[in-house]
């Protein structure tokens, strides 16, 4: 028995519940420096062929992934941190894929992420460079702008997060909900 739904065979799936934690298996690992290709090399053209750096090799990876039945699926976000020196930490590589960045929730979950989880690693600092179109957004955010520099060839500025703003945890991971409108939910 074939039972048809008026109005859902072309819509596309849309996730409702994302996950947000430290890179743990291969496949998210592989799904990280995907993205990071995707929107560093392909989409913004600031690195040719790969992105990856000698930070890769002491950063630890966070990643968003979008979930199906309560599992994570695909990697829609990516951060990496990494202590410069005791107590200085830094965030950089921030990325979220394009298809997702209309929630907006991604991106700042996969920083409070990050933040967090160095506070919680004894970071009296937090730092990171922000590309000019993100500094309003890094603002609301509890983050202040240390000054403008060039990186890369691109505006930037080096910015700060306000610690007392992101409390340490300990967790490898978060959730994230996307809210539901009305004309969705199933009674």
């Not at 053209?45 to 979930?67: N, S, Y």
């Not at 590589?93 to 990050?114: N, P, Q, W, Y």
Request: net charge positive.
């Amino acid at each position: 028995m074939t039972v048809w739904l008026e109005g859902v065979e072309n819509r596309p799936f849309v996730p409702t519940e994302y996950v947000v934690r430290l890179a743990r298996t291969p496949w998210e690992l592989a799904g990280y420096y995907a993205l990071r290709r995707t929107v560093f090399c392909t989409e913004q053209g600031v690195f040719r062929d790969d992105d990856r750096d000698i930070i890769d090799q002491v950063a630890m990876p966070i990643i968003a992934a979008c979930c199906m039945a309560g599992m994570p699926d695909r990697v829609v976000g990516a951060v990496r941190i990494h202590e410069v020196e005791p107590g200085l930490w830094r965030g950089s590589r921030l990325a979220v894929h394009a298809e997702h960045r209309k929630l907006g929730r991604i991106g700042a979950e996969l920083i409070r992420m990050a933040v967090s989880t160095a506070h919680g690693l004894g970071a009296t600092r937090f730092l990171a460079q922000v590309q000019e179109q993100n500094v309003l957004f890094f603002r609301r955010l509890h983050w202040k702008s240390l000054g403008e520099i060039t990186l890369h060839g691109l505006p930037h500025h080096d910015m700060e997060a306000d610690l007392s703003r992101y409390p340490p945890h300990g967790q490898d991971q978060t959730w994230l909900l996307r809210p539901q409108s009305r004309s969705r939910q199933v009674a």
